[in-house]
């Protein structure tokens, strides 16, 4: 579309009227950083993923682990949570 001066207006898109050409992209989707996972029987970890503790942590089947910063986080059953030191090795 030209205006009088001869330029070319672009017409843009309104979000709602966008979404839904990008909600039909196919993008592969990040996980979060801090999600979460349950263990399924006793372990002892030493590395998490990129994640490498100082100390090994011993988990109980039933315990939620995940990642907070530089610290691994473990509920425990009893409800408390406890928090371990570490860093990323990338």
Not at 20 to 34: C, F, G, H, I, V
Not at 77 to 86: F, K, N, S, T
Request: without cysteine; glycine residues 6%; aromatic residues 8%.
């Amino acid at each position: 579309m030209r205006s009088r001066s001869g330029l070319v207006k672009r017409q843009l898109l309104s979000p709602s009227a966008a979404w839904p050409m990008l909600s039909s992209m196919n993008t592969a989707k990040k996980r979060s950083p801090s999600f979460r996972e349950q263990a399924d029987r006793l372990t002892l970890i030493d590395r998490w993923g990129h994640f490498v503790l100082d100390q090994p942590v011993l988990v109980y089947p039933g315990e939620t682990i995940w990642r907070k910063g530089d610290q691994l986080m473990v509920q425990r059953l009893d409800g408390r949570v406890d928090a371990y030191p570490g860093f990323v090795n990338r």
